[in-house]
T-cell receptor
């Protein structure tokens, strides 16, 4: 069974540009979450999608957005990039719905560098 | 507001000895707790979890202890091996009506096991 796949793995952008990151969840998983990891800040929750609907949202500015497609694949977009957006962006999928607690399955991440 | 805290950024342990990683949380609504392990340039991988109705869960060399009254959990690794050297993230989740499981992560503890 293929794991969570994120593309691209590495990218470099300049301030003011925008970027789109892609995530393909494990087959059958309907929940996809996005996290930002920066040194000293741990994993900061961006948003979660379930069945094409944003179900939860973290405390990030509106420059960060996402969407989920009918096949559960998800994209996140960051507009007007700032130096502080340099980070590892992690996507995680989960098969669990409302009634069950369980773990998240993470991809390897997309390393974004903003110059 | 950091609801899950790992106050030790790093820990060094001799091979064969016990590693104890600690985590504190503030939200009494959390009902599921997890530990993830992360190697550089890889996504976090699930290690072990515990439900709030238990106080201990064991899986091979890994044991997680939960003290709900103190809002504290710990991960014990016995015996520690050099391959255990990684960053360990503590996470907690709770189910929000209509919004699935919300996860909160600590900032991580970098474990180094010295041969």
């Amino acid at each position: 069974k293929a794991g969570v796949t994120q593309t691209p793995r590495y990218l470099i952008k300049t301030r003011g540009q925008q970027v789109t990151l892609s995530c393909s969840p494990i087959s059958g998983h309907r929940s996809v979450s996005w996290y930002q990891q920066t040194p000293g800040q741990g994993l900061q929750f961006l948003f979660e999608y379930f069945s094409e609907t944003q179900r939860n949202k973290g405390n990030f500015p509106g420059r960060f957005s996402g969407r989920q497609f009918s096949n559960s694949r998800s994209e996140m977009n960051v507009s007007t990039l700032e130096l502080g957006d340099s980070a590892l962006y992690l996507c995680a999928s989960s098969p669990f719905g409302q009634a069950t607690a369980g773990e998240l399955f993470f991809g390897e991440g997309s390393r974004l560098t903003v110059l | 507001d950091q609801q899950v805290k790992q106050n030790s950024p790093s820990l060094s342990v001799q091979e064969g000895r016990i590693s104890i990683l600690n985590c504190d949380y503030t939200n009494s609504m959390f009902d599921y707790f997890l530990w993830y392990k992360k190697y550089p340039a890889e996504g976090p991988t699930f290690l072990i979890s515990i439900s709030s109705i238990k106080d201990k869960n064991e899986d091979g060399r890994f044991t997680v202890f939960l003290n709900k009254s103190a809002k504290h959990l710990s991960l014990h690794i016995v015996p520690s091996q050099p391959g255990d050297s990684a960053v360990y993230f503590c996470a907690a989740s709770w189910r929000v009506r209509g919004a699935g499981n919300q996860f909160y992560f600590g900032t991580g503890t970098s474990l180094t096991v010295i041969p």
